[in-house]
C-alpha cells in the first residue's frame, strides 16, 4: 500500500485499520450495471481502495439518463459506459486496477465473467438478468450484493454468502420466485427520484465493504426497503439458509432481432413502441404506442404481419418478446435490433 494518506480517515475508525485496508486493496469486485446504481456505488468503491473492479456494461450514454447516472456528462452522449466509467474513476483513484467488459452479461459469458472476481454488485434493471447474475452466483459460490429502485423507494440484501456449516444464505429466488417483468414498469414509463439511486448504490458499496472487510451488521438474509419520501427504512428477515436447489442457470430465451434497414421502406410489419409517452413524443418511427407495462396478449390477437417492438437501447422491446412469445406462439416477433439509439446515432 503506497499511499496510506488517501485512506487516513478511514483506517482511523475504531477497528479499522491497515490490515483491514490491505483487505480491500486485495480484493476483486465486479460491478454489473454501470447506470444509476453503478455509477454511485462505482465511484465509493474506487474511492476506498478496492484494488480491483470490473465494470460489465455493454450500453452507451444517454442524455435521459443524465438525472441518475453522475459519473458522464452531455459530451459523453454515445459513448461507451464502461470506458466513460473507467476513465473517470482512475483520475479519482490511480492506485487500483479497473477492468471492463463492454458487454451486456448472458447466458454465453456470465459465468465466465462472474468467476474472476470474489464478489459482484447487481446493479442492473432487469428481471433476466437479475436472475441470470443470481444463478451464476449461486453456481460459483460468489456473494451477490443486490439492489433496486422504482420511483421513490429502493431495495438492498446480500444474497448467497456461506454459512459456518457450509449452507448458503437466502437469493433472489428465495424471496422472487420469478416476477412478471412487463407487469412492472421500468424508470423510463414509471419515473424514479434521482437520489434514490445515489442512496441504493451507496449503500451497496456500503455493503459490499463490510463484507470484504468483515465488519458486522451484513444485510444477509434480509431485505432493507428505504422509501425516500418519508426516509424511512424497514428491515423483512428471511432466514438464515436459502431453500432454492439451483443446479444450472435459468433455461435461455432466445429472442430474434432485426436491423431498421430491413423495415425501413417495408409494409410488412407491425411496429410497436414500448417506450414512454414522452420519449414517444420527442422521436418515434411510427407504429402503434404500447408502454411496456401495459402490454397484454390480446392486443395482438388480430394482428398478422410479424410484429417488431422498439426502444430506445432494444432491453424493453426485447422484454417485450420474452413476455409475449409464450402467450403468441403463431407469431413473429422481434425486438428492434440495438434500438433507437442506435438508429440516431447512424444518422
Known sequence: MNDWLRYSCQIALPGFEKATQEKLAEAKVLVVGAGGLGCPALQYLS???????????????SINNLHRQILYTPNDEG????????????????????????????????MDVVSRYDMVLDCT?????RYLLNDACVLTGKPLVYGAIYQYEGQIAVWNVANNDGTYSPNYRDLFPEVNAAAIPNCADGGVMPTIAGVIGCMQANEAVKYITGTEGLLVGKLL??????????????GTQTKTNITQLPQK?????????????????????????EERHEFNIGGLHIPLHELKADLFIS????????????????????????????????SLKGGLNSLRQEH
Open 47 to 61: 474511492a476506498i481502495g478496492v484494488g480491483c473492479i470490473g465494470i460489465a456494461d455493454g450500453d452507451t450514454v
Open 79 to 110: 459513448k461507451k459506459k464502461a470506458t466513460v466509467a473507467k476513465e473517470r474513476l482512475s483520475q479519482q483513484n490511480p492506485d487500483i486496477d479497473i477492468e471492463t467488459h463492454d458487454l451486456f452479461v448472458s447466458h454465453d459469458n456470465v
Open 125 to 129: 434493471d432487469n428481471f433476466d438478468t
Open 225 to 238: 426497503v428505504f422509501d425516500a419520501r418519508s426516509m424511512q427504512s424497514r428491515v423483512m428477515k428471511l
Open 253 to 277: 430465451t432466445v429472442v430474434n432481432e432485426i436491423e431498421y434497414n430491413a423495415i425501413q421502406s417495408s409494409t410488412d410489419y407491425e411496429l410497436v413502441d414500448v417506450r414512454s409517452e
Open 303 to 334: 394482428v398478422i404481419k410479424p410484429i417488431v417492438f422498439y426502444c430506445a437501447s432494444g432491453k424493453r422491446s426485447t422484454v417485450a418478446v420474452q413476455q409475449l412469445q409464450k402467450e403468441l406462439p403463431n407469431n413473429k416477433l422481434y
